[in-house]
C-alpha cells in the first residue's frame, strides 16, 4: 500500500465548478501536511498547508481528518490557470531544526475547460 | 526570498558518461537539502536525503555509488548521476530546507533537472 494515496482523475471541469480532491494516508505518526500544486515539466509549488482545524485561502479550503487520516482540497469558482496536476504530501517528522522528510501522493490532475 | 535554483536545467548525454547536477540556496543556508526523482505520470520520489558536511542518507533501493552526493557548504549540494543509462533518464528535483520558527520547517524546491540519457 501506498504511504499516500490519491485519484490520479483526469478530473474534466467546465470553468466555474467546484472540484474536491481526497487523499489518505497511512503513517499515523504523520504530523504535517501539505497540499502542492505541480505544473507539466516544472517543479512542485506549495499551495498550502493543511491543519486539523481546517484552513482557507481565497477558492482553496484544505480539511484534515487525523483519525481518518483522510486530507482533502476543495477548489471553489474553477479558472482555466487551476489546470495543473494537485500533489497531498505527507511528512512524519516534527523535530524542532529538521525539516523531516516528504512523502508525495501521485497527484490528482485537474483540466478545467472553458 | 527562499530561492533554489539548479544547474543545469535540462542535459542530453550518452550512455555511460557521469553528470552533475548543481542545487544552490541563493537567499538562506540550507543544512538540509534533498534529491528527488519524477518518472513521467509518476510523483515525485525521495533519492536521497543530504547534510552539510556529513554523507548522504540515501532511500531503499538508491544506489549510493551510482547517485553520487556531496553536500559542501550550506548553500550548494551536488548530485552526480555516474556512467548514466537510459533507464535514468528522468527530472531530477532538489528542496533545500530552511529552519522555521517552532516546528514548523518547510522545505523549497528548485526548477528541476530534466535529464535524458541515449
Known amino acids: 500500500r501506498k504511504e499516500v494515496e490519491q485519484d490520479p482523475g483526469p478530473f474534466n471541469v467546465p470553468e466555474g465548478a467546484t472540484v474536491a480532491f481526497n487523499c489518505t494516508y497511512s503513517?499515523?505518526?504523520?504530523?504535517?501536511f501539505f497540499w502542492y500544486r505541480q505544473d507539466c515539466r516544472k517543479e512542485p509549488k506549495l499551495l498550502m498547508s493543511?491543519?486539523?482545524s481546517g484552513n482557507e485561502d481565497g477558492r482553496f479550503t484544505a480539511q484534515l481528518n487525523r483519525a481518518s487520516q483522510y486530507i482533502s482540497l476543495l477548489i471553489r469558482d474553477s479558472k482555466l490557470s487551476d489546470s495543473a496536476t494537485y500533489l497531498c504530501?505527507?511528512?512524519?517528522?516534527?523535530?524542532?531544526?529538521?525539516?523531516?522528510?516528504?512523502?508525495f501522493g501521485q497527484g490528482t490532475t485537474l483540466q478545467v475547460k472553458p | 526570498g527562499a530561492v533554489v535554483s539548479q544547474h543545469p536545467s535540462w542535459v542530453i548525454c550518452k550512455s555511460g558518461t557521469s553528470v552533475k547536477i548543481e542545487c544552490r540556496s541563493l537567499?538562506?543556508?540550507?543544512?538540509?537539502m534533498f534529491w528527488y526523482r519524477q518518472f513521467p505520470k509518476q510523483s515525485l520520489m525521495l533519492m536521497a536525503t543530504?547534510?552539510?558536511?556529513?554523507?548522504?542518507?540515501?532511500e531503499q533501493g538508491v544506489e549510493k555509488d551510482k547517485f553520487l552526493i556531496n553536500h559542501a557548504s550550506l548553500t550548494l549540494s551536488t548530485l552526480t548521476v555516474t556512467s548514466a543509462h537510459p533507464e535514468d533518464s528522468s527530472f531530477y528535483i532538489c528542496?533545500?530546507?530552511?529552519?522555521?520558527?517552532?516546528?514548523?520547517?518547510?522545505?523549497?524546491f528548485g526548477p528541476g533537472t530534466r535529464l535524458t540519457v541515449l
Open positions: 504530501v505527507v511528512n512524519t517528522v516534527l523535530i524542532s531544526g529538521n525539516t523531516g522528510k516528504l512523502i
Open positions: 493543511v491543519y486539523s
Open positions: 543530504s547534510n552539510e558536511g556529513s554523507k548522504a542518507t540515501y
Open positions: 537567499d538562506f543556508q540550507a543544512t538540509t
Open positions: 503513517n499515523s505518526a504523520s504530523q504535517s
Open positions: 528542496s533545500a530546507g530552511r529552519t522555521g520558527t517552532g516546528s514548523y520547517n518547510e522545505q523549497f
